[in-house]
């Protein structure tokens, strides 16, 4: 008698990775043993964190944010590819996405160290060409250098990478068909062992509670999900959210709620979520929309979640062909 999804086994991995916790949801025949997924998985995130980190002193990222002008260093495959799909969206976008803000994002509290007056002030007042004009990448010999001082953030996308590398290790054991998750980064491979998509909610932006807004079916798809309505600072009488403006240096003055982004990949997905995010709802969708990028954006009026946007097209790489947005 042939065996049925009814036959296969649900396992649920999880580990601690990156400040939060990375999942991976699948099934898979009673004589298969998940542990060795499992250890790979946490191998997997760990070394992305070692090489990512802005709270790892000894981090490869640090490392470079430490050297000097002109100096090259010599960096991982990982993080290289990190580094440079980075670059590609802050080039894109003309700087709205930035991995060139690690100085401001450690200044206003949000890195490994409290917030700072005088560093606040440094990085509002610091001149700012954006990563992307002044990091230099040397694939073919893996290193990089900068042009001018520069402290590099990837909180913007590491997570997502983390993710991708996630659906990497499950596909290297067979596992074909699988959720995987870090945060609010997530990834599907393939269907649940009935043939239907993976169920993803996105979050209702509200902060006091945690509700669905909607409800995602995901098959070899990825979505990323960026908002300010759980971390950020008070200043004065206002709240401002974690994600930097990277022209003044400083928290966003006024942003969506969350941005909600569908990819080929969770690394694309993050870094435009982030994107999104800066742009703002008017000159995020119009950017989108010329790219082909599946976007929601959310606004939070009392208890109720506005949204705008569409999950449309998906397009593995989104920032191919984009012209840089001005102004």
């Given amino acids: 008698m042939p065996k ?48 990512m980190s802005t709270w790892k002193p000894d981090s490869d990222l640090n490392r470079l944010s430490a050297a000097g002008p002109g100096e090259w260093v010599l960096l991982p495959a990982p993080l290289m590819e990190v580094l440079s799909a980075g670059l590609d969206v802050g080039r894109a976008t003309g700087g709205a996405f930035d991995i060139g803000m690690g100085d401001a994002v450690t200044a206003w509290g949000f890195g490994a160290d409290q917030a700072d007056e005088d560093r606040i002030r440094a990085a509002r007042a610091k001149p700012r060409r954006p990563a992307h004009e002044c990091l230099e990448l040397d694939r073919a ?73 909607s409800i995602l079916e995901l098959s070899d798809t990825a979505v990323a999900t960026s908002g300010d309505y759980r971390h950020g600072v008070q200043v004065g009488t206002r709240r401002l959210g974690h994600t930097m403006d990277p022209r003044r240096g400083m928290p966003l003055a006024a942003s969506p709620a969350s941005v909600t982004v569908l990819a080929g990949d969770c690394m694309t997905a993050d870094a435009w979520a982030t994107a999104m995010m800066v742009l703002g709802q008017e000159r995020g969708l119009t950017f989108a929309r010329t790219i082909g990028l599946s976007v929601l954006f959310l606004s939070g009026r009392g208890t109720e979640s506005v949204g705008t946007g569409s999950f449309a097209p998906i397009t593995p790489l989104p920032m191919t062909g984009a012209r840089p947005i001005s102004g």
């Fill in 4 to 51: 049925t999804f009814t036959d296969l086994v649900r396992h649920t991995l999880s580990g601690p990775t990156m400040g939060t916790r990375w999942s991976a949801l699948f099934h898979a025949s009673p004589a298969f043993d998940p542990e060795p997924v499992r250890a790979a998985m946490a191998a997997a995130v760990a070394e992305v964190d070692a090489q």
């Fill in 141 to 213: 010999g893996g290193r990089a250098r900068k042009n001018q001082p520069m402290v590099f953030d990837l909180s913007g996308i590491a997570k997502g990478y983390g993710v991708d590398r996630l659906a990497h290790v499950a596909r290297s054991f067979g596992v074909n068909d699988a959720l995987l998750a870090i945060d609010g980064e997530l990834r599907a491979l393939g269907s649940q062992p009935d043939g239907t998509a993976w169920t993803v909610a996105v979050e209702a932006p509200e902060p006091d509670r945690r509700a669905p807004h």
